[in-house]
């Protein structure tokens, strides 16, 4: 199987044109490879990185190759084993005008892995995940600073390397669960721990957790999740229904948070024609 995508997205941190390529193979019966490989290209940012005044990232051009593997195996006709790993290297353009000079090669990775089961009747599941969002693993970002000035009053530069590896590095430890009851009904239960959030070593650990009740027609759900600053609950409501003989969807969604103590509410119509 080949999968292609080829778009193009203007993001709040910059302007980035996408490319990827995916190829599966079974292994077997119960055990697929995904290979993946892309290349991204991104103008007046790095890596989602930007700025302003005279470190501004205006002209700079990045293109940032990845190659992953992908994979899930499954014991038996409960359990499943699933993991994901992806290698990246980026190369940068420096800016037009900009104290910012250019950076060396840039090496990226992120992971995950994991297991998830359930029972004969399908009637519960459960998974449990390790992962590591996108790190920098190794690079530097050259900069042209200000050294000093001579007798006729012009100024000379110092170039000097900044490294963009961080201190730490992020680990995210999820569990879920869920139990399906009578009558089309289930809770779910969902737990995140977060070691070392934005890949600082000095950080605290982040975590939260969520449990939701779902049956035909509502969906209930309360969260509570703490960040380096405070801990916060959330909360949602959804209702959704099928009209005109299943030609149209009406949906109303309520959602509150209590980090900045906002209530909104959504209705959507949807038509099929």
Known sequence: ??????????????????????????LSDKTNLITIAGLNKEKNALLGMTGTGAYNFE????NHTY????????????????????FGKTTFQKPDDSIIAGATPIRTTSFKAGISRNDHLNKYEWSVQLSQPPRIE????????????DQFGN??????????????RQLDFGAHYSIKLKNSNSLKFKTVISRHPGHAKTSDNDWSGFVGYVNQMHKFGVGIYKD???????????????????????????????EDHSLTSKATLRMRF
Do not use: C
């Open 1 to 26: 199987m080949l999968e292609v995508f080829d778009g193009h997205q203007i993001r709040k941190y910059g302007e980035s044109d996408n490319v990827a390529f995916g190829y599966e193979l079974a």
């Open 59 to 62: 002209g700079s051009r990045s």
């Open 67 to 86: 190659l992953g593997l992908k994979s899930s195996a499954s014991p038996n006709s409960l359990t499943n084993l699933f993991g994901q790993f992806f």
């Open 138 to 149: 190794s690079g530097h970002l050259m900069m042209d600073l200000v050294d000093e000035y």
């Open 155 to 168: 100024l000379h530069y110092k170039n000097q390397s900044v490294g963009l590896a961080p201190s730490g």
């Open 228 to 258: 380096q600053k405070n801990v916060n609950e959330q909360a949602s409501y959804n209702w959704s229904k099928d009209i005109l003989q299943k030609s149209g969807n009406l949906d109303f969604r309520i959602d509150y948070d209590s």
